[in-house]
C-alpha cells in the first residue's frame, strides 16, 4: 500500500474533493430504507443492502436479525437455488441472517495495487506510449470500482473502493515523483506524456503534473492545472437522481440495478475510457414499465410515440438514409439495449416483459398493434439477455440459465429470425402491414430496388 506507507502528506486525492458537494434537506431514502425492512419484499431489501443506502453500516444486520426466524427461512428460500436448500437448514439464526447479507451484497472489496512503473530511461522511449500505458492502468483501477459504490459515495457515504482508486493515484504520484527525482533527464520527455494524458485520465494527469511541479517548479507556464471534482461525471447524474424524484425509494433501486449493468458496459468493457461525458442516467424504458400497470398499455404507449417517429419517413428519407432514418436506428438500438439492461438488472420484470413481444396477432400487445419496429428491438433485446446468461461447460453441462425458446414463443422465434434477410417477417409485413422494422426493408430495396420498399410505402402513405 504505497500510498499510506508515505504518509498522509504525500496524499493528492481526498474523495471529498473529488466527489461534487451534495447537500438535501432531507434524505428520504434513509427513512424509506428503515420501512421496507420491516416489510416482507425480499428483493428490496437485497437492493437497499447492496446500495447501502444508510449511515450505519449495521443496520441491515441488526434489522434482519430482530425480525422472526420464519421471515428469515422465506427471505434466504427467495435468494437461494433449490440444491442449496438442505445445506441451509442446518444453519442457525444468526447465520442466516449472515448468509442473506452476503447473497445480497457487492463481492468483497480487493485491493489491487498500482502495478505500473516508469520504463528504463532510455533515447527511443515515446510519450505517447507512455501516456497510454498510465491512462490503461488507470482505466483497469476504474473499473474495480463497483457502480454501487460510487452511489454511496455520491451521496456522501464511506466508500472504500473509491478511496482505494485514488489511494493508488497517489502512489502514481510518489513512483513518478522519485524516477523524476532520480532522472532528472526524463522530465522534457514526461512533460510530454503530460500533454497526451490532458484528454485522457483526470487521476493520472493530475498525478503527473504534480510530480513535474515539484520536481521542476518553473514548468508551469502552459501546463492546466484542473481543479473540477474528477468524479464529477458519475456522481453528479447520481445525485441529480436523488433530488428529483424524492419519495420513490423502491423505484430508484431498480432504476440504479440497471445503471449498474450499464456502468459495467459503458467504462468497464470500454476500450477507450470517456472520463468527461456525463454519465447517462435516464431510465425512459424501465420508468414506461413501472408506469403502465399492463403490457397492453405499455405497448400502446409505445406504439402512440414510434407512430410520432415515423411520421416524418417518406422514400426520399429512406432511399437517402438521412438523419431522421438514422435516429429511428439509434432509436431502435437503445430500445433493445434498454430491454437487456431491464432483464439483467431485473429479472422478474422479464416474464412481464414477454407478453409485449409473445405472437399471436389477436392477442398479444405488440404484434396486436402491428408495431414491429418496437417487437424487433424488444425481442433483440430478450435474445441478447438469454445469450449473455449461458454458462456452456459450467453448472453440469447446463447450456443457459434463460434460453430463448422460453422468452418467446416458436411462432415469433420464427417471426424475428435474420434468415435470409427476415424472409419470414417481410412475408408477414405484407399481409398484416404496420409500423415497419425498417432494416430488412432497406436492405431488399438496395437489392431490388423500389419493390423492396413498397408495403412499408403503402402503409406510410395511408397513415
Not at 420491516?38 to 441488526?62: H, K, V
Not at 454501487?148 to 482505494?164: C, K, T
Not at 440459465?401 to 415469433?412: H, I
Not at 422465434?413 to 404496420?434: D, F, I
Request: aromatic share 12%.
Amino acid at each position: 500500500m504505497m500510498a499510506s506507507d508515505s504518509g498522509n502528506s504525500h496524499q493528492i486525492f481526498q474523495t471529498a474533493a473529488e466527489i461534487p458537494a451534495f447537500f438535501v434537506s432531507y434524505r428520504w431514502w434513509e427513512d424509506e430504507a428503515t420501512t421496507v425492512f420491516w416489510a416482507f419484499d425480499i428483493q428490496e431489501i437485497s437492493r437497499i443492502i447492496r446500495f447501502g443506502l444508510f449511515r450505519d453500516e449495521n443496520f441491515p444486520r441488526t434489522s434482519l436479525r430482530s425480525r422472526n426466524a420464519d421471515t428469515i427461512d422465506t427471505f434466504l428460500i427467495a435468494l437461494s437455488e433449490p440444491h442449496e436448500y438442505q445445506l441451509l437448514e442446518s444453519l442457525s439464526h444468526m447465520q442466516r441472517v449472515e448468509e442473506i447479507l452476503r447473497r445480497s451484497s457487492i463481492p468483497p472489496f480487493e485491493a489491487v495495487p498500482w502495478s505500473w512503473f516508469p520504463p528504463q530511461s532510455s533515447p527511443t522511449l515515446d510519450a505517447l506510449e507512455i501516456a497510454i500505458a498510465i491512462e490503461n492502468e488507470s482505466h483497469l483501477h476504474f473499473s474495480q470500482i463497483d457502480f454501487e459504490e460510487f452511489v454511496r459515495a455520491a451521496l456522501g457515504y464511506n466508500a472504500l473502493f473509491v478511496d482505494w482508486f485514488l489511494q493508488q493515484h497517489t502512489a502514481l504520484y510518489l513512483i513518478l515523483l522519485n524516477h523524476l527525482q532520480a532522472h532528472p533527464e526524463d522530465i522534457p520527455l514526461y512533460s510530454n506524456v503530460e500533454k497526451h494524458l490532458r484528454s485522457r485520465s483526470p487521476f493520472a494527469h493530475r498525478a503527473l503534473l504534480r510530480s513535474l511541479l515539484t520536481v521542476a517548479p518553473g514548468s508551469n507556464r502552459d501546463m492546466p492545472n484542473p481543479n473540477t471534482p474528477g468524479f464529477g461525471f458519475i456522481a453528479g447524474p447520481i445525485q441529480e437522481m436523488f433530488q428529483d424524484q424524492p419519495g420513490r425509494l423502491s423505484d430508484m433501486l431498480k432504476m440504479l440495478s440497471v445503471l449498474a449493468i450499464r456502468f459495467r458496459r459503458q467504462y468497464a468493457h470500454a476500450a477507450d475510457m470517456n472520463w468527461k461525458a456525463p454519465f447517462d442516467t435516464s431510465t425512459a424504458f424501465l420508468e414506461d414499465c413501472l408506469l403502465y400497470p399492463s403490457p397492453m398499455d405499455l405497448a400502446l404507449n409505445m406504439k402512440g410515440l414510434d407512430e410520432q417517429h415515423f411520421t416524418e419517413i417518406n422514400r426520399q428519407k429512406l432511399v437517402a438514409d438521412n438523419a431522421t432514418v438514422r435516429q429511428l436506428f439509434v432509436h431502435w438500438r437503445t430500445l433493445s439495449i434498454s430491454v437487456w439492461e431491464c432483464c439483467c438488472a431485473l429479472p422478474d420484470l422479464t416474464p412481464y416483459l414477454q407478453e409485449c413481444s409473445q405472437v399471436s396477432i389477436y392477442l398479444k400487445p405488440l404484434l396486436a398493434t402491428r408495431n414491429y419496429h418496437s417487437l424487433m428491438a424488444m425481442v433483440s433485446g430478450l435474445r441478447n439477455y438469454s445469450i449473455s446468461t449461458m454458462r456452456t461447460g459450467l453448472d453440469n453441462g447446463t447450456a443457459a440459465t434463460v434460453a430463448f425458446e422460453a422468452l418467446v414463443t416458436s411462432e415469433v422465434a420464427s417471426l424475428t429470425s435474420p434468415t435470409e434477410n427476415y424472409v419470414n417477417y417481410r412475408r408477414h409485413y405484407k399481409k398484416y402491414p404496420g409500423i415497419p422494422f425498417l432494416i430488412p426493408h432497406i436492405r431488399d430495396f438496395k437489392h431490388n430496388g423500389d419493390a423492396g420498399l413498397e408495403p412499408v410505402l403503402q402503409f406510410l402513405q395511408r397513415n
